[in-house]
């Protein structure tokens, strides 16, 4: 029997052939009534065609960038959360190419029916697309489902440079004759080169970048006292909190760390200061809510788990799973973000 729409009906949104009308006519009114609300709670409960089965195959999560780095490896560790809870495999594949574009650009393009995801990250939709005209719209073509962590910066010195905080770096830096210099870890596109510049630009400071392929020998030069400052990556920076070769200063983020909790954030001297890199999963857009809600609350249940947040931690990740609403607010608010940062890096945009 086709259940479809009549206007004069109490079940507004489900019409009956007329065959069905004078079946329901025929029966008696606390009958009719039974049958109506049947019928109402059918309609309220109707899910896309594909969506009530979900998942019944296995889905696979994209991950931009190549296998072993911080982002693939907690896209490996949720894949496998999920891969328990969901009862279907989830497979990552790594689909390296045009930093981070090909991956993310193939997902947008991806059927709506949760199958096809992304691992995502603060570099594939706040920077890339602020430093590269991209395929995709980092906020129409997707669903966020939630972010997983975020994991901020730190801003580390070299023990010699008699600072100790952030106002005392900020007062060394200003009294010396030449600017100093600083590790641009990563290249001028880099979350560590950006926040660098963000910071710079609220102390009203001037360094000298120099460029390393990464930020693991920036903090190589900075150990053996080549350079005085830079910022790396909180696992990176953790690694070294009891190195008497290096001095933190503080977090990049908008609150102080959990894993290293007496450091001040930068935003303790300048108000309002906060930049960090976040991880998360985003779907195409236009996959039924039922879906991504399943898979934002499963995202949820898993930084609550404490042996699974320990894993996050000893990767420098922050948890953070709020959920489908609460990272599309925070994808909203940090474009902008990063956008100023590249302005102010001076990074042109590439056609």
């Not at 109402?40 to 969506?51: C, D, E, V």
């Not at 195959?57 to 982002?71: D, T």
């Not at 949720?78 to 969901?86: G, H, I, K, N, V």
């Not at 992304?118 to 939709?125: D, F, G, K, P, R």
Request: aromatic share 6%; hydrophobic share 45%.
């Amino acid at each position: 029997m086709r259940l479809s729409c009549t206007g004069a009906d109490p079940c507004c949104g489900i019409s009956l052939n007329r065959n069905m009308v004078r079946v329901m006519k025929s029966l008696t009114s606390p009958s009719r009534r039974h049958l109506f609300a049947a019928l109402a709670i059918l309609a309220g409960s109707a899910l896309p065609a594909g969506a009530q089965n979900w998942p019944d195959k296995p889905i696979k999560l994209l991950v931009p960038f190549a296998a072993g780095g911080n982002i693939d490896v907690t896209g490996r560790m949720m894949a496998a959360r999920l891969s328990e809870t969901l009862g279907q495999q989830v497979v990552v594949e790594n689909r390296v190419g045009g930093s981070g574009i090909i991956a993310t650009e193939a997902v947008a393009r991806s059927a709506p029916d949760g199958y096809t995801l992304l691992w995502a990250s603060t570099n594939v939709i706040a920077i890339v697309p602020a430093t590269t005209k991209t395929p995709y719209d980092p906020i129409k073509d997707f669903a966020p489902v939630s972010a997983l962590g975020e994991s901020p910066q730190v801003l580390l010195v070299n023990a010699k440079v008699p600072a100790n905080n952030v106002a005392e770096l900020v007062a060394y830096a200003k009294a010396q004759p030449q600017p100093l210099a600083y590790g641009g870890g990563g290249g001028a596109g880099s979350a560590s080169n950006l926040i660098m510049s963000l910071f710079l630009a609220r102390a009203e400071l001037k360094m000298t970048s120099v460029s390393y392929r990464g930020t693991a020998p920036a903090l190589t030069d900075l150990i053996a006292g080549h350079i005085p400052v830079t910022f790396v990556p909180m696992s990176e920076a953790y690694a070294q909190r009891t190195n008497p070769n290096v001095r933190i200063l503080a977090v990049s983020s908008g609150k102080r760390s959990p894993r290293l909790p007496d450091v001040p954030t930068i935003g303790e001297t300048y108000p309002g200061f906060g930049a960090v890199s976040w991880t998360g999963m985003l779907a195409p857009a236009g996959t039924p809510k039922p879906v991504v809600e399943r898979l934002a609350g499963e995202m949820v249940k898993a930084v609550k788990d404490p042996k699974f947040v320990s894993l996050l931690q000893e990767n420098g990740i922050d948890p953070i799973a709020e959920g489908p609403e609460k990272f599309a607010a925070m994808i909203a608010a940090e474009i902008p973000v990063w956008a100023k940062a590249v302005e102010i890096a001076g990074v042109k945009l590439q056609q």
